[in-house]
């Protein structure tokens, strides 16, 4: 079993509606958690981390469901620029080592 | 954020050629520095932990003798890929972590290797 798994997708979305997409992960003592954004043939950077309570940014919510072990990614609104790669990643408790989900693929279509 | 650059972008080499890849962190100065690997098609597999001064420590399966990482000062970190095939052929990219940053990384812009 994959330490962070999501759907690759694609998920073809119309512009303006809203998509929502999980990863799960298998070690219960994940302390961090965040979504990347990738382009293709770019490096990964940044969307938000990921909180206990869930957080919000602009479009994008992000829930933590750590019974479960799951996080989601929400986008409102979506944007023909939200097209890319997301990327789940889940930092362990030792270190800095950082583990990617295989990146769940958004489409937004006109 | 935090800037990380990497040189070259892209690499074309021939089977049995070494290869060397730098990343600099531009704006901080990164005590650890990490090599990941991104075949076509998937995520990012962490290759090694570069530390300033020290040995690298690889992942499981990476091997140490074939990708050679030397972090000698606290801005850059060089890859070499040693007697390179084809199936070493990917993306190649690095990130660092500046040392008031806990929970991000920044990513160089990666070099595409491609070995005929």
């Known amino acids: 079993r994959k330490e962070v798994e999501q759907d690759p997708g694609p998920f073809n979305v119309p512009e303006g509606a809203t998509v929502a997409f999980n990863c799960t992960y298998s070690?219960?003592?994940?302390?961090?958690f965040f979504w990347y954004r990738q382009d293709c043939r770019k490096e990964p950077k940044l969307l938000m981390s990921?909180?206990?309570s869930g957080n919000e940014d602009g479009r994008f919510t992000a829930q933590l469901n750590r019974a479960s072990q799951y996080i989601s990614l929400l986008i409102r609104d979506s944007k023909l620029s939200d097209s890319a790669t997301y990327l789940c990643?889940?930092?362990?408790?030792?270190?800095?080592?950082?583990?990617f989900g295989g990146g769940t693929r958004v489409l937004v279509k006109p | 954020g935090a800037v990380v650059s990497q040189h070259p972008s892209r690499v074309i080499c021939k089977s049995g050629t070494s290869v060397k890849i730098e990343c600099r962190s531009l704006?901080?100065?990164?005590?650890?520095m990490f090599w990941y690997r991104q075949f076509p098609k998937q995520s990012l597999m962490l290759m090694a932990t570069?530390?300033?001064?020290?040995?690298?420590?690889?992942e499981q399966g990476v091997e140490k003798d074939k990708f050679l990482i030397n972090h000698a000062s606290l801005t850059l970190s060089t890859l070499t890929v040693t007697s390179a095939h084809p199936e070493d052929s990917s993306f190649y990219i690095c990130?660092?972590?500046?040392?008031?940053?806990?929970?991000?990384?920044?990513f160089g812009p990666g070099t595409r290797l491609t070995v005929l």
């Open positions: 570069s530390n300033e001064g020290s040995k690298a420590t690889y």
């Open positions: 990643v889940v930092r362990q408790a030792a270190g800095n080592k950082l583990t």
């Open positions: 704006d901080f100065q990164a005590t650890t």
């Open positions: 990130s660092g972590r500046p040392p008031t940053v806990y929970n991000e990384q920044f």
């Open positions: 070690n219960s003592a994940s302390q961090s």
């Open positions: 990921v909180y206990s």
